[in-house]
């Protein structure tokens, strides 16, 4: 299995700074990487797929770089409804791995 | 737009077998690359991928739980079933149904609302 692995666990931020989260897959995915975020209660919602290509509505202060094994997303200029918990997963084989998350906290 | 709903038991006891239904619209599992996993995750911890259907009736299971999984569909109801044999506490957990592709983005790139299911005696 592929592991992957976030960094941080947790950060405190405030609205309007900017805020990278990383993540780290044990081997070589090229670009089958994807991003979600999950609010309290809710259903995860996917941000970003292929690494960079934000999805479908999705506000364009969120992005997605890298490739191989070290990825990052990165949100411009926080804004209130920003602030949940945040999960990589790779989409390059079987089974399928997310990282353990990342928590956005309010400063 | 894609929906998904997942319904089933709230309330399991070990050793039962857990059937879960995702009932779905706005796409099809007849169509050419379509397929619907399933993810679970238990109070406070991270998702876990456990299983996925494909249009052409291609299954793939999570290797740890692979001997406890069967997932199914029904093209005609428009669902995919995830049946989950000898439940344990451990087990406990929302279980969400989401739509992937097989080529392009496989990302999950719909989910359900998911279903808390409770395994405990």
């Known amino acids: 299995d592929i592991r992957m692995t976030q960094s941080p666990s947790s950060v405190s931020a405030s609205v309007g700074d900017r805020v990278s989260i990383t993540c780290r897959a044990s081997?070589?995915?090229?670009?089958?990487l994807a991003w979600y975020q999950q609010k309290p209660g809710k259903a995860p919602k996917l941000l970003i797929y292929?690494?960079?290509i934000l999805y479908d509505g999705v506000p364009s202060r969120f992005s997605g770089s890298g490739s191989g094994t070290d990825f990052t997303l990165t949100i411009s200029s926080l804004q209130p409804e920003d602030f949940a918990t945040y999960y990589c997963?790779?989409?390059?084989?079987?089974?399928?791995?997310f990282g353990q998350g990342t928590k956005l906290e309010i400063k | 737009q894609f929906t998904l709903k997942e319904s089933g038991p709230t309330l399991v006891k070990p050793t039962q077998t857990l059937t879960l239904t995702c009932t779905f619209s706005g796409f099809s599992l007849t169509t050419s690359g379509v397929g619907v996993a399933w993810i679970r995750q238990p109070p406070g911890k991270t998702l876990e991928w456990l299983a996925l259907?494909?249009?052409?009736?291609?299954?793939r299971y999570s290797p740890s739980l692979k001997s406890r999984l069967t997932v199914t569909k029904d093209t005609s109801k428009s669902q995919v079933v995830l049946v989950m044999t000898n439940m344990d506490p451990v087990d406990t957990a929302t279980y969400y149904c989401?739509?992937?592709?097989?080529?392009?983005?496989?990302?999950?790139?719909?989910w359900g609302q998911g279903t808390l299911v409770t395994v405990s005696s």
């Open positions: 081997q070589d995915i090229s670009t089958w």
């Open positions: 997963q790779q989409a390059i084989s079987f089974p399928r791995t």
């Open positions: 292929g690494a960079f």
């Open positions: 989401a739509h992937t592709l097989d080529y392009g983005d496989p990302s999950f790139d719909s």
């Open positions: 259907i494909y249009w052409n009736d291609d299954k």
